[in-house]
């Protein structure tokens, strides 16, 4: 069975960093695309940051490009976010996800599996 379990969030202030870990099991990814998705209240959830796991292609929301970085770690089964110069906008339940897909894919349908989420909170 699939699980992912994200790590790392909490309450930093704006300008400031934090990494988010996703630590994935239960079958083999590396024909998966893993992406980050985040959800503020009273919003939907939207696409984040996705990686290919074959061969680290990635994409971006426009809203954290040259901000946040998603990595994946082979020996680890993790994926990671680097997030730099946070922002109170990028407050939101973050969320780690799994596609059975080679697309690098940003819809959130289309992706199977999902991690419960990690609160993160920018203070300004």
């Known amino acids: 069975q699939v699980q992912l379990v994200e790590s790392g969030g909490g309450l930093v202030q704006a300008g400031g960093s934090l990494r988010l870990s996703c630590a994935a099991s239960?079958?083999?990814?590396?024909?998966?695309?893993m992406g980050w998705f985040r959800q503020a209240p009273g919003k939907e959830r939207e696409f984040v940051a996705a990686i290919r796991w074959s061969d680290s292609t990635t994409n971006y929301a426009n809203s954290v490009k040259g901000r946040f970085t998603i990595s994946r770690d082979n020996a680890k089964n993790t994926v990671y976010l680097q997030m730099n110069s946070l922002a109170p906008e990028d407050t939101a339940v973050y969320y780690c996800?799994?596609?059975?897909?080679?697309?690098?894919?940003?819809?959130?349908?289309?992706?199977?599996?999902w991690g419960q989420g990690t609160q993160v909170t920018v203070s300004s």
């Open positions: 996800a799994a596609a059975n897909r080679i697309v690098v894919v940003t819809i959130l349908s289309l992706y199977d599996y």
């Open positions: 239960g079958r083999t990814f590396s024909s998966y695309t």
